[in-house]
């Protein structure tokens, strides 16, 4: 499967941007989709999943609603109440669903470009 991530952008601290990821293929819902993050400087992150069920890390629960639409072959990162420290580029990753939603990104081997996301203080 080949992912492309977009929608990213500059955004104000406390605003919002709608990330997607579009997916070739005719399976798309047989993957748990994820997003993961990584900062300048640091180790990429998982961010969350979205399978048979929603998996989110700490720092974004609340914020963060990730979601799919099989019939666009598309999944969703909305993210609200932005913060500096949410600045990074964005990676959508793919993994064959009986993997289950996991967070562990050496278990997708379907990865995209990534998508940066700039936020201002």
């Known amino acids: 499967v080949q992912l492309q991530a977009s929608g990213g952008g500059l955004v104000q601290t406390g605003g919002s941007l709608r990330l997607s990821c579009a997916a070739s293929?005719?399976?798309?819902?047989?993957?748990?989709m994820g997003w993961f993050r990584q900062a300048p400087g640091k180790e990429r992150e998982f961010v969350a999943a979205?399978?048979?069920?929603?998996r989110y890390a700490e720092f974004v629960k609340g914020r963060f609603t990730i979601s799919r639409d099989n019939a666009k072959n598309t999944m969703y990162l909305q993210m609200n109440s932005l913060k500096p420290e949410d600045t990074a580029r964005y990676f959508c990753?793919?993994?064959?669903?009986?993997?289950?939603?996991?967070?562990?990104?050496?278990?997708?081997?379907?990865w995209g470009r990534g998508t940066l996301v700039t936020v201002s203080s």
């Open positions: 990753a793919a993994v064959a669903i009986w993997r289950g939603t996991t967070a562990a990104q050496s278990e997708y081997p379907y």
């Open positions: 293929g005719r399976t798309f819902s047989s993957y748990v």
């Open positions: 979205i399978g048979g069920s929603l």
